[in-house]
């Protein structure tokens, strides 16, 4: 048996030699740098936010990212202390975290409550009140970085990033916060919008106005309008084809006693229910954009009606551009994206 085993150790050991060797070196060169990576998450109103969250950290426990902080657009007290348990859980309990002041979605939401619970989760930061504005933290974070580095992946609101888009010179940086997102970020991967028909309950097709941007219309506009790089959009649709086995929900979280984002999970919606994956998408092509997880649409332009309707009109020379999924790349996602949010800390 040993024997048979040592086989197939360095038949998996030569296959391995063979596709590293066979991997361009410039995507390795490219993979060899960890993506600078803000996170703007409206964290408490779905549990996917939570999930993000952990596949950010097992990508940076790979190498693969550096998560510089996390900026928050629930406005409710506890929506950053949940953030701060999440990081310290994985180790990383110094990532600056900032908060806005917008009035949006101030309600607890059902699994940030685990934050008041310190003794099971242990974290430095008890509420939003005593932490940053998220505009003062985004500047920071970006003026740090390399110029044309940084991947923000927003997965809430438009709230923080319209604020720095408005945002003037400081002592932080000379540059306005346009001029300073055009040029440090190379990339911002949003969930937000819908670039396909949804059926409805009775199986009918109808637009989908989706909620990150009709929470706050007037900053998703304003981001949609003002933003100086490349967007690609996550739209409803691909967390909806992509849902997350709750049997790993029940199984891989159980190297610990108290997981915050199993926790999250079950508080949010208990097991047996399958959650889509919206944010998780978004994480997922902001660090690894050529894996092939996901098709990207040609390039155009989104815009952003009153009534918060996206729209898409292709664009030989058009900043934007939106997931798509394929049939035959779910099963390989889902596995991706199950495996990253439940890998242990490093």
């Not at 998996?12 to 996170?39: C, E, K, R, W, Y």
């Not at 996390?70 to 950053?80: C, F, Q």
């Not at 047996?272 to 690894?288: E, Q």
């Amino acid at each position: 048996m040993k024997s048979i085993q040592l086989s197939m150790g360095i038949a998996a050991f030569s296959m391995s030699m063979l596709v590293a060797t066979a991997i361009p070196s410039a995507l390795a060169d490219q993979n060899s740098s960890p993506v600078p990576l803000i996170f703007d998450t409206d964290l408490g109103n779905d549990c996917d936010d939570a999930l993000a969250m952990g596949v950010i950290h097992a990508l940076q426990s790979r190498g693969e990212c550096e998560l510089l902080a996390v900026t928050i657009t629930k406005d409710h007290e506890l929506a950053a202390p949940f953030a701060d348990v999440i990081n310290t859980f994985y180790g990383r309990g110094d990532i600056p975290i900032g908060v806005c002041r917008s009035g949006v979605t101030n309600q607890a939401g059902k699994f940030n409550v685990l934050a008041k619970q310190s003794d099971r989760y242990p974290h430095d930061l008890k509420s939003g009140k005593d932490a940053p504005d998220a505009v003062t933290v985004l500047r920071k974070a970006l003026a740090s970085q390399d110029d044309g580095s940084v991947v923000i992946a927003q997965v809430g609101f438009s709230t923080n990033l319209a604020n720095l888009l408005a945002s003037e010179p400081d002592d932080i940086s000379p540059l306005s916060g346009k001029d300073l997102v055009a040029k440090k970020v190379r990339l911002l991967s949003v969930m937000a919008g819908a670039f396909t028909q949804i059926r409805n309950g009775k199986g009918e097709l109808h637009d989908h106005k989706e909620y990150n941007v009709v929470k706050d219309i007037p900053a998703a506009q304003a981001v949609c309008k003002d933003w100086p790089t490349a967007i690609v959009w996550s739209g409803y649709e691909i967390g909806k084809n992509l849902p997350y086995p709750h049997q790993s929900i029940l199984q891989d979280y159980q190297y610990v006693d108290h997981h915050p984002l199993a926790e999250a999970y079950t508080v949010y919606n208990p097991p047996p229910h399958n959650r889509p994956t919206w944010d998780l998408t978004s994480v997922l092509h902001a660090v690894r954009p050529d894996r092939g997880y996901f098709d990207l649409s040609p390039p155009g332009r989104v815009s952003i009606a009153d009534d918060g309707l996206t729209t898409f009109e292709p664009s030989a020379d058009g900043r934007d551009r939106y997931l798509v999924i394929h049939d035959h790349q779910k099963g390989r996602t889902i596995e991706a994206l199950v495996q990253l949010s439940s890998q242990p800390p490093k």
